[in-house]
């Protein structure tokens, strides 16, 4: 197996690469909003997507469609490049100075790689809630206003303390911290700070949360808190969440993708998509067997 | 268990309700390249282009001291009394005889350094060592905040305790007419004292460096403490111990104001056929003017501007520059090595 | 089923269980030698720090012989009072100016009315008429345009210039505590055996008295020529400028380099030239920044350091805004690195959950990622400041007044500091002036105890806020 091989994942969602007119939805819907108007290749689309970090490709050719107000899991083993994928969407890589995107993400129909675009712009409208909480070393309140303060937020002290109390109570978190808004928001525990910032990410208006394993450094409580806000925030945004943990993916994901990792002759590890399936049909019947290895717990 | 809420019937392209609350609008689709057109940000520009202007600054000081000493130096070398060739190869300075050669003044700086070594390499190995190896945390808490004391006093006091307690206590032991007032000895002794800290911190950070499964191994076949710190640790950190010696050494050459006023003001003029070597060339009794001191003797007077001792100061400060620029680098190449190994 | 042990193949050259037992109690010995003299080592640095701090506290107070021109009393009687009922401390500016007038001859007294006048509203020494002259000529005397002298300074004029006292001989605080009579004795014998060395004197007149060299008037009174009375006022007012424009350079501009060097900078060449240059620059001895601000800020920039550009100032570049812009030079990579340092230690997930609210990356470093740092860049920047206030060299370099008895009285103002007249006063024979080079010292470290406590302080009580 050598990394040249194109390896042609198993895609059972297509996507479509009409022109919003042909979008059936938006004929049928011509008196609603059009703030929401929905491109039918989803809200994010990846295409031929490889990420390198300096001259080591870590993942190479994928080409995904997440749909919008839907759960999207990305699993597969440990370095099989998901937490990359899932950091390309929304420009995070471009903190870390060797990383390098080639091929195309689009984000409502435009490449947000392309230099025209306003990286702070994506993501203010792509979210992110880290792997390990990292609430600010501020109060609580803060944690959830400084993102709206700095993105413009005119509104009075009224209006903003509204933006909290409403982003905390999205995140399930308001009646537990309803009257110690001004205690550092380390001072909660593990699972509360993680709530805490689902709020801080949502309350800026997101149209897209991604997840990045958000309860790994969880107890199996405090991710069950999670998993069922997650399931309650999608009817709002659109999420995609990187989880290490199977039963997770099945539990709460709509659709997921599945990578795998492959060694190259030099040692070199680069991930790649195995298969992208509703969720109930890529664990009940996989379409490819690496697939059924890797949920039947064969290897990984 | 069943996740709540309804599942999307797989990939149909159906559309949910919104009804998000909104604070921040996002616009429609229609226009979304305008909606994430990249925005000019002025004031960030101006914030970071002054905050880049503030780390160039460092660039214009390297440019700064080495043009200055350059031209300066340059200015000298080229006045009809000196010769370049005199400069680098006579033993004798004297100014006020138009004779410069800068032999006296580094090996003024040479005797100083080397004693202040004997004193502080011992002193501050054996501290790093004890420190590091030995000391249960409460000695530990005791001694290390002392020898940062240490680091903290100004050096100026540093050649006020030469003069005042140590001249006078070797004078009282190897007699008044051995040892001199100004001596090559008493200031090389405190010296030495100012650059233990330097030394031994700097030891103790590379035997901490030492990977502790390398101590275990040693332990594991039977080692007692004393052979897993002499034999495995510090010969392990041996790279890291050299660069803060030759660190110690930079310090010392570049040392001014205990050698201004210990080691007097006098260059020791030599000359290699006649002169007793011990007794005279490398006696540690008799004074002997540093290259560092002689600049600052020389700058302290009402020095006036383009004259030969003011230019002569600048070719000083040059070789100075050269001489510890290179023991920086060395160091560093050591440490750099010394890395290598343990990644 | 019986397993057999396999035969272990026998080594003769191993010690017997005896002889390893000797063998281990002898190494145990010799790594208790060993341990014992790394401890003394550590021990001899210690004690040598010990000394150090002893013989600048000892020779800061102590006896001291001294013989007076005119004793205290006697100038009660110049000021017209019965030093039976008065004593010297009692005396108030009038009978002060009275003894004065007494004590010394006309010119003295004229030179010091015209340094400064006695009175706003009259005068003591100079006729009124060849004052007026003096004041309206083209080079009028200090005198003509400063406020009068108050009851201290002329209190010390009298001991100046009537009781000029002269300190012969001088003991440590030791010696003056556990056995004062040695060092009479002492001088006693001193004068037996070298009459010639007190020609002026007779044993009699010599009174002996316990003289803290470190005491407030020390810290309070100007740079003397006379020993007995100088003080250290101009150069702590000296230092203290020093150190304004030194924090107000080195502060901004190496906070702003690490923030550049540690947030913004990608990995370019120019970044990484950057980056090793401070790393050289801090190993650059501090004599070469002397020289640098010589040649550069006294010499080439004089228009600017003399204040001569904006019309006021020095008569050269040798200001305190020249020394203080090189001990800012100097202090510059030591605050970069330690900023670094701080910023290094903010953990990157702030950053990272910043970036991912749609912040702009200065707005997440302003408002995340600095105050986290600011602790630690605190700390390190009080620590490089207490380095820069001890430097001497560079200020010998740029020309620090030996002498200056005229407190600075801004940035352009020519001025000493405390390292320099250490240095000064280290210099000179007599050991009168070693005693106030203690004293000096001691004011010196005093103060960077409490610059380092400072540190330490504001250290815990941040780093306890943030956690």
Known sequence: MTSDTQREAVVAIPTDNGAPADNPVAAEHDDVDRTYEHDVN???????????????????????????????????????????VLRSLNRMNDLIPSARVDGEVFYHGEDIYDPEVDPVEIRRRIGMVFQKPNPFPKSIYDNVAWGVKINGFKGRKEAMDEVVEQALT????????????????????????????????????????????????????????????MIKLKQHYSIIIVTHNMQQAARVSDKTAFFNVELDATGQRTGYLVEYSPTDELFTRPRVQQTEDYITGRFG | MQPAGARSAGHTRERRELTRPMALKLGAVDNMKEQLKKRRRPGERVIIGSLFFAGAISIAVTVGILWELGKESLLFFTDEVVSVGQFFTSTVWQPQAENFGIWPLILGTMLITVIALFVAVPIGLASA?????????????????LLEVLVGIPTVVFGFFAITFVTPILRDIFGTSVVGFFNVLSAGIVVGLLIVPLISSLAEDAMSAVPSSLRQAAYGLGASKLEVSLRVVVPAALS???????????????????????????????????????????????????????????????????????????????????????????SRRIVKRFRQEYD | MS?????????????????????????????????MFLLLMLTIAVLGLSILLFTIIDDSFGNVATVNQVEPEEGVVLAGLDPATTSFG?????????????????????????????????????????????????????????????????????????IEPDIIAVSGMVESLLNPAAFEEEVAR????????????????????????????????????????????????????????????????????????????????????????????????????????LAVLVRALEPITSGSLFGTGAPNGRTVLAAGLTLGLLTLPVVIISSQEALR???????????????????????????????????????????????????????????ITQSPSGPFSQFTALPIQIFQWTSLPQPEWQHLAAAASLTLLLLLLILNGAAVILRNKYSRRIT
Request: proline letters at 5%.
């Open chain 1, 42 to 84: 989803g809200v994010i689309r990846t295409s031929d997507m490889d990420v390198f970090y300096g001259d080591f490709r870590a993942v190479g050719n994928v080409s995904l469609s997440f749909a919008f107000n839907e759960i999207t899991a990305l699993i597969g083993p440990s370095g099989c490049g998901k937490s990359t």
């Open chain 1, 170 to 229: 999205e995140a399930a978190l308001w009646d537990e911290v309803k009257d110690k808004l001004n205690d550092s928001g380390l001072s909660l525990s593990g699972g509360q700070q993680q709530r805490l910032c689902i709020a801080r990410a949502i309350a800026i208006q997101p149209d897209v949360v991604l997840m990045d394993e958000p309860c790994s450094a969880l107890d199996p409580i405090a991710t069950l808190r999670i998993e069922e806000l």
């Open chain 2, 129 to 145: 060592i004890y420190l590091s190896e030995y000391a249960s945390p409460r000695v530990r808490g005791f001694f290390k905040p």
């Open chain 2, 240 to 330: 890291g111990i050299a660069a803060g010696i030759v660190i110690g050494m930079s310090r010392a050459v570049g040392e001014t104001m205990v050698v201004t006023l210990a080691a007097g003001a006098s260059p020791r003029n030599f000359n290699l056929g006649s002169d007793s070597v011990f007794g005279y060339i490398l006696s540690p009794f008799e004074a002997a003017q540093t290259m560092t001191g002689y600049i600052a003797i020389t700058a302290s007077g009402d020095i006036s501007y383009d004259t030969i001792d003011y230019n002569s100061i600048f070719a000083i400060g040059l070789t100075l520059f050269v001489i510890t620029l290179g023991l920086n680098s060395l």
């Open chain 3, 3 to 35: 397993i057999e042990a396999p035969e272990r193949p026998v080594q003769e050259h191993f010690p017997t269980p005896d002889e390893y037992a000797g063998l281990l109690s002898k190494r145990t010995r010799r790594a208790w030698v060993v341990q």
């Open chain 3, 90 to 162: 009692d005396l108030g500016k009038d009978e002060l100016v009275t003894a004065l007038q007494a004590g010394i001859n006309r010119n003295v007294g004229r030179r010091l009315e015209r340094e400064q006048r006695f009175y706003e509203d009259r005068l003591v020494f100079e006729p009124q008429a060849s004052w007026d002259e003096l004041c309206a000529s083209d080079d009028p005397a200090p005198g003509c345009t400063s406020s009068a002298r108050d009851a201290g300074n002329v209190s010390l004029l009298v001991q100046e210039q009537v």
């Open chain 3, 190 to 293: 001193d004068f037996a055996v070298n009459p010639e060395k007190y020609p002026d004197y007779t044993f009699d007149q010599v009174r002996f008295q316990w003289r803290a060299w470190f005491s407030w008037s020390f810290i309070t009174s100007p740079a003397s020529a006379t020993p007995e009375i100088a003080g250290i006022r101009t150069a702590v007012l000296g230092s203290i400028w020093l150190v304004a424009v030194t924090v107000l350079f080195a502060v901004p501009v190496g906070v702003g380099a690490a923030v550049y060097l540690e947030e913004f900078a990608k990995p370019t060449r120019l970044n990484d030239l950057i980056q090793t240059n401070i790393n050289n620059l801090a190993g650059v001895p501090s004599i070469i920044y002397g020289m640098l601000g």
């Open chain 3, 345 to 403: 230690a903010v953990p990157g997930s702030l950053r990272q959950a910043g970036m991912g609210l749609g912040a702009t990356k200065w707005q997440t470093v302003r408002s995340q990622v600095l105050p986290v740092a600011i602790p630690g860049i605190l700390t390190g920047t009080i620590l490089a400041v207490a380095r820069a206030i001890g430097e001497t060299a560079p200020l010998i370099l740029v020309g620090a007044a030996s002498f």
